[in-house]
């Protein structure tokens, strides 16, 4: 069991930033891939970024490439993303997720265990 906790979010203005933060508990947090997805008001959630389990492998939603970035931190067991240059279609609640699967996935069926989200609202 794995147990995730998002915090970070809030309101700022278009091209502010945010870090959002995932604190994770429970067993194996660093041997598995680690997302981030989000769901906007009346939108399907969507991944936006994933992390394999030593930080070399990084996928991104296209949208968000070169604005957001996802790290890791086995050590304290917390996954980030850095969210620069937000702009007002960035405005959702945002999950952490973990995935047991070794290889990257953009897929949200692939995850087993999800935080409760954080808000992020961007004004224009």
């Known amino acids: 069991q794995v147990q995730l906790v998002e915090s970070g979010g809030g309101l700022v203005q278009a091209g502010d930033s945010l870090r959002l933060s995932c604190a994770a508990s429970?067993?194996?947090?660093?041997?598995?891939?680690m997302g981030w997805f989000r769901q906007g008001p009346g939108k399907e959630r969507e991944c936006v970024a994933t992390i394999n389990w030593s930080g070399s492998i990084t996928n991104y939603l296209e949208s968000v490439k070169g604005r957001f970035t996802i790290s890791r931190d086995n050590a304290k067991n917390t996954a980030y993303l850095q969210m620069n240059s937000l702009k007002p279609e960035d405005t959702a609640i945002y999950y952490c997720a973990h995935s047991r699967k070794v290889r990257t996935t953009m897929n949200p069926i692939d995850y087993e265990y999800w935080g409760q989200g954080t808000q992020v609202t961007v004004s224009s």
């Open positions: 429970g067993r194996t947090f660093s041997t598995y891939v």
